[in-house]
């Protein structure tokens, strides 16, 4: 089953089970699948890929705005931001732990060689497609930051 149609699904549970906030959320993310959908054109569907991208992207913009609420001494607003975020993590794939990230980046360094912070470049553009949203580009970023400085000592 596609994105949309576990959205569309889910926006049904919420309606019955009269999750407001659930609902809310939902109906946001399936406004979104069909605006980037409409944006991409009829004859094609949008692409698993594509999808989570849009996801994270949401995801992204809560965090953003929260801290943004938060900066304005806004924190009931910035409270009800995070509180939708675990509804929209729900539809992206699992997170790596840092240990199976650390894994990661360690097999990643030796196949390119990567020895020390100039060849934080090429790890990067390395790592990013093998872990595919499955991890936070910062905390990717981290975690080869830490395994090159301790691989140039």
């Known amino acids: 089953?596609?994105?949309?149609?576990?959205?569309?699904?889910?926006?049904?549970?919420?309606m019955k089970a009269r999750e407001e906030d659930k609902l809310s959320v939902l109906r946001m993310l399936k406004a979104e699948l069909q605006k980037a959908q409409a944006d991409k054109g009829r004859a094609e569907a949008l692409t698993?890929?594509?999808?989570?991208?849009?996801?994270?992207?949401?995801?992204?913009?809560r965090r953003e705005a929260a801290e943004q609420y938060q900066a304005g001494g806004a924190s009931d607003r910035a409270q009800k931001e995070l509180g939708e975020i675990p509804f929209l993590e729900a539809y992206l794939p699992a997170q790596l732990n840092d240990e199976e990230l650390a894994a990661l980046v360690k097999t990643e360094a030796e196949k390119i060689g990567?020895?020390?912070?100039?060849?934080?470049?090429?790890?990067?553009?390395?790592?990013?497609?093998?872990?595919?949203?499955r991890a936070d580009g910062k905390r990717v970023k981290g975690q080869a930051t830490a395994y090159l400085s301790n691989a140039a000592k």
Request: aromatic residues 2%; proline residues 2%.
């Open 114 to 133: 990567a020895a020390s912070s100039k060849d934080m470049g090429k790890l990067m553009g390395a790592l990013i497609p093998v872990v595919a949203g």
């Open 48 to 61: 698993e890929e594509e999808e989570i991208v849009l996801v994270r992207r949401l995801v992204k913009q």
């Open 1 to 14: 089953m596609g994105l949309f149609s576990r959205v569309t699904a889910d926006v049904l549970a919420a």
